[in-house]
């Protein structure tokens, strides 16, 4: 990072200085040709890029590994909370920056009441007695109604699995942060910001369940790590034991969009079944090229260091039945934080007596200490090697190329014009005559290029477009179908809810059973569905380079043709510009392009948002079974009571809920279906084909510049022509200078890369 960053500022101070010579050029009236705002323009975008491009890291693991201590010692201080809640799927992003400040994002009313009506289908706190209406949260009714219906669940309803029912603990955390959050939320986004003195009280919210269920995102703005870039993001995700497909969902969204993923295990715990679970699902998704696995050792749970290492052998060994050949590294995140706390000193970043005490103790653990203080640096020199080499190439070496090109056409450009001043009118009316014909010869092949090049790009579109569609097509698309099996063969003992009906009746039971399928669905589609979806989306964008890839090079030939050409015609004119290789142009990097254009995949399935219509049939069903009792009881039949009947409607209902599930999915995949294809597949080709085309035309412009323009210049009568003589000189200088440092950032890009 070091090295990015140093070479990165390098760049920078040069586009610059480039920036200023085109900007005196433009200043010299006539000046201003094509290509000399073309460059300008250049030299803006690479600055932007520069600056805006983000290196994410992701710090993931399961539940309380140590992730956010890990990110506090990172960046030195107490500043996320440590052992925050379960229930949000809060990713917290830091941003490196100046000064403390917290953003805290909150959801509208109506997101927020979307998700609870999600929870609440078929909850009963819509029974049919209710008319079923839509729940609002600013309805006081609607809030004492729900908190009733709560508070009389029973632990067997509260509990499935072993784990508290999501649904119920999410009612219950917005339920009792509403007060609290009533005056800030709103039905526009709302964003809440804590500066300086008040950032710590970000935590209070991130911390606090039931105010974090209301809030969207969080990003924190922290003093970079030493050695770290400014263009680095750090987000911390929430642990999970991957039973929540909602926390899955949102980490893997954040996944497919970093550069490099830390795993933290806990060594109090080892590889535990969620973290292989949650390992698979990384390599399922084809993230294994840039993984770190820290060991968060806890000083105190280990004997000896000895003991420790056995540890390690062992989460070595499990890790690696998952990811071959793992870098792992083992350290204690807790007693590097209160180090740096210690270190930093400070008021308000104050170590607490009882951690300090801790911290004394740890101390003593000589071998343990220095064995984690060794690992710490060889963990810190891996992630800056990761996220800057990552980059390197893409970023620096291909913006530096464009810096070359565009300086040496720069160059070309003030050697022709000092050439032609020193021709008479005669002379110069022969060039212009000479190069004009050159001039539209690659005029030419630049239109030739931009034609052929849409044909291309619509071709491709077309391709790419019939892809998506039959990838989620509904009859033979992999996806539904694949959902579709495992929803039909999901196999429910309804016998198992035999009691529950006894004990807390029909609509209740219905709840837990559809709570029990959507979940399942939901685990599902986030560990089978989302990484194949994930894999179909990389293998497009593939397809997508490997085409432009395939264009770029005759393109480039007969750039490098036209060049040739125009070079010869110069020579013949007693113009001398430099001899100077051409490098062909390549399609443009996906990562690149993607980050340029801000495009990202659209967001994964979290929840399929069922339709109301499952509970408008169970209530359906419900009143037919009540009807067919109060029928028999009135035709005074013998009234089969108890569970027989009530089982068959149960499994009536559950058939009903399931083929609304099938349409529910099949319209959710629609959805995705358009939205990839419109707004992300059809974009990303559009703006590569952009991308290549402007690299092409720079690359022309670079070797033949724009002579139409330079006519304006000599014709000019009213600038004298040794003060222009002297501008273009001093342009020169300034410019060789610039040259000279572009070189040696070549060599030293070429050394790192
Ligand atoms: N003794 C000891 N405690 C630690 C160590 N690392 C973390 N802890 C404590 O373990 C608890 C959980 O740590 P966190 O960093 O919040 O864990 P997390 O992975 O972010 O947890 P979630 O985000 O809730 O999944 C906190 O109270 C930490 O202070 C360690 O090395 N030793
Ligand atoms: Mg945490």
Not at 169 to 187: A, D, F, P, Q
Not at 640 to 662: C, F, N, T, W
Request: contains cysteine; proline residues 2%; glycine residues 6%.
């Amino acid at each position: 990072m070091e090295a990015y960053n140093d070479i990165k500022n390098k760049l920078l101070a040069i586009n610059q200085d480039i920036s200023h010579i085109i900007q005196d050029a433009l200043s010299i009236d006539g000046l201003a040709s094509q290509s000399i705002k073309a460059w300008q323009s250049a030299t803006a975008r690479i600055e932007r890029q520069l600056a805006e491009e983000t290196i994410r890291v992701a710090v993931v693991g399961s539940i309380k590994s140590g992730k956010s201590t890990l990110t506090n010692a990172l960046f030195g201080g107490d500043y996320l909370k440590r052992g925050a809640g379960v229930v949000t799927s809060i990713i917290t992003r830091i941003q490196p920056g100046h000064g403390l400040r917290a953003r805290l994002e909150f959801k509208t009313w109506d997101e927020i009441n979307a998700d609870i009506n999600q929870a609440l289908i078929l909850f009963s706190s819509t029974s049919p007695e209710d008319g079923g209406g839509d729940f609002d949260i600013n309805d006081e009714k609607d809030r004492l109604r729900l908190q009733h219906d709560l508070s009389r669940l029973n632990t067997d309803q509260l509990v499935s699995d072993d784990t508290l029912d999501p649904n119920c603990v999410l009612l219950t955390e917005y339920l009792s942060g509403y007060n609290r959050v009533k005056g800030i939320v709103s039905s526009e986004p709302v964003t809440h910001m804590f500066e300086s003195d008040d950032f710590h009280k970000q935590k209070d919210f991130v911390g606090d369940e039931s105010l974090a269920v209301y809030l969207r995102d969080v990003c924190l703005t922290l003093e970079a790590p030493r050695g770290f870039g400014e263009n680095l993001e750090v987000a911390d995700c929430q642990g999970s034991d991957s039973t929540n497909p909602l926390h899955l969902v949102t980490i893997q969204d954040y996944l497919i969009q970093t550069h490099l993923i830390i795993y933290v295990v806990s060594s109090r715990t080892g590889v535990r079944r969620a973290d292989i679970r949650f390992l698979n699902l990384i390599k399922k998704m084809g993230l294994t090229k840039n993984i770190l696995f820290v060991i968060n050792c806890d000083f105190s749970e280990h004997e000896t260091l000895a003991d420790l290492k056995g540890l390690v052998g062992r989460v070595e060994k499990e890790v690696g039945m998952i990811f071959p050949a793992p870098c792992v590294f083992t350290f204690s995140a807790l007693y590097n934080l209160f180090k740096s706390i210690d270190y930093k000193g400070g008021v308000e970043q104050a170590i607490a007596r009882k951690d300090r005490r801790r911290l004394e103790q740890w101390r003593e653990e000589n071998d343990m200490v220095a064995f984690s203080d060794q690992q710490t640096e060889t963990f810190l020199k891996a992630v800056i090697q990761k996220v800057s080499m990552d980059r390197f190439a893409l970023l620096l070496v291909s913006n530096l190329e464009r810096i070359s090109s565009i300086s040496s056409g720069l160059r070309d450009w003030i050697r022709i014009n000092q050439d032609l001043l020193k021709k008479d009118a005669g002379e110069v009316q022969e060039a212009f005559s000479k190069m004009g014909k050159r001039q539209e010869a690659s005029d030419q092949i630049t239109m030739v290029i931009k034609d052929t090049l849409d044909g291309t790009t619509l071709k491709l579109r077309r391709n790419l477009g019939n892809d998506v569609e039959r990838f989620f097509d509904s009859k033979s698309g992999e996806i539904v179908q694949d959902l579709t099996r495992f929803i039909r063969s999901y196999n429910l003992s309804i016998k198992d809810y035999e009691k529950d009906l006894d004990a807390s009746g029909f609509l209740p039971t219905l709840y837990r059973i559809f709570q029990t399928m959507q979940q399942t669905a939901n685990l599902f589609i986030a560990e089978s569905i989302n990484p194949k979806l994930v894999n179909f989306v990389r293998q497009e964008e593939k397809k997508a380079g490997d085409v432009f890839e395939q264009v770029a090079g005759p393109y480039s030939l007969m750039i490098k043709d036209a060049v040739k050409q125009y070079q010869r015609t110069m020579k013949k004119l007693g113009i001398k510009i430099q001899d100077r290789p051409f490098k062909a142009v390549r399609s443009p990097d996906v990562d690149s392009v993607k980050s340029d254009a801000r495009l990202n995949i659209p967001r994964l399935a979290g929840t399929i948002q069922y339709s109301t219509r499952i509970k408008t049939e169970a209530i359906l069903r419900l009143s037919i079974y009540k009807t067919v009792k109060t029928v028999k009881k009135l035709l005074k039949k013998p009234v089969k009571e108890g569970p027989d009947s009530a089982m068959r409607s149960l499994e009536a209902s559950v058939r009903g809920i399931k083929k609304q599930m099938q349409e529910s999915i099949k319209d959710h995949f629609l959805d995705y279906k358009e939205s990839l294809k419109y707004q992300y597949v059809f974009k990303l080709v559009d703006a590569m084909s952009i991308e290549l085309y402007e690299a092409l035309t720079d690359r022309m412009r670079a070797f033949t510049g724009n002579l139409s323009d330079m006519k304006g210049l000599i014709e000019n009568k009213g600038l004298a022509k040794d003060r222009l003589a002297e501008e273009l000189a001093s342009m020169q200088t300034s410019l060789n200078v610039a040259l000279k440092e572009t070189r040696t950032l070549e060599k030293l890009v070429a050394i790192h890369e």
